[in-house]
């Protein structure tokens, strides 16, 4: 594990906020409230039904983790009122919100949304659209956020002359498809602040693109070049340049001969892709062939922290993610 990987688990220890895990039927999930808890990384609600929960792992010290199960919870009818006057502009009635309470997604969400925890993991068993459609329906984005998008925070071997000490953050890798201007402009945004409060370096940001300032002339590049110019308007504090290729983000005299007198050519950390094939190849591509640890997707844009597994998951990976949704419920 990355000394990142180490320094994220601390801060989430001294946050002390509170997790809860949806799927707490599953057994990595319950195995990984177990550890959450035993290393004091978050405080940890495990939904679900408690004597399922003892069967499938009847090992397991849960005596500090809170079971709640959201179909017999007191909790029930309050998360129910709650949803409904959320979404009865959407057409959702009283009895169809009752019912889906009874949803552990949903109802993981109600509890953030009434502030009864700080974040919530799923994903081990659901799709990243069953994870995430709560979430953006009751939480929402963040204020200055248009964009729910996702990044990885990629931690080079220890020679990597690249990035801020060898850690990058790639954006956006595992969401959004085809982004617009605007949502590759949030998407900046929002990975430049995963930069700052999870990975902890201060971003310098390049918009990918297969043209440096103008070698190359397509609506591609129009896009990049234009998202460039929206993210110096809505958030003038972040150090952004673009279009730039990669090498002249990367290396610094390739940077100084492509677009001298910039402050990110050649040293950026924080790169922002086109759209999500030159994300999810690049992320991969350098997590295989430099054997650099991709800690992520990290979902980022919400008003609080949701953050969705892979269904390859192991307990660590559960653990890990869980640790990253602390820090990021951080104020």
Known sequence: MSKLMESIKEKARQANKRIVLAEGEEERIILAAEKISKEKIAKVTLLGDAEVIKKKCPAADLSEVNIINPKNSDLKQKYADLLYELRKNKGVTQEQAYAMTDNCLYFGVLMIKNGDCDGMVAGSINSTGDVLRPALQIIKTAKG???????????????????????????????????????????????????????????????????????????????????????????????????????????????????????????????????????????????????????????????????????????????????????????
């Open 145 to 331: 956020i248009s964009t729910v998008s996702s990044c990885f925070i990629m931690c080079m071997p220890e020679d990597c002359k690249y990035g801020e000490n060898g850690i990058l953050v790639f954006g956006d890798c595992a969401v959004n498809i085809n982004p617009s201007k605007e949502e590759l402009a949030s998407i900046a945004i929002a990975s430049a602040a995963s930069a700052k409060n999870i990975a902890g370096i201060t971003p310098k940001v390049a918009m990918l693109s297969f043209s440096t300032k103008g070698s190359a002339k397509h609506e591609f590049v129009d896009k990049v070049r234009e998202a460039t110019e929206l993210v110096k308007t809505l958030a003038p504090e972040i150090e952004v340049d673009g279009e730039l290729q990669a090498d002249a983000a990367l290396v610094e005299s390739v940077g100084a001969l492509k677009s001298p007198g910039s402050s990110v050519a050649g040293k950026a950390n924080v790169l922002i892709f086109p759209d999500l094939q030159a994300g999810n190849i690049g992320y991969k591509l350098v997590q295989r062939l430099a054997n650099a640890e991709a800690i992520g997707p990290i979902c980022q844009g919400m008003a609080m922290p949701v953050n969705d597994l892979s269904r390859g998951c192991n307990v660590e990976d559960v653990v890990c993610v869980a640790a990253i949704t602390a820090v990021q419920a951080i104020k």
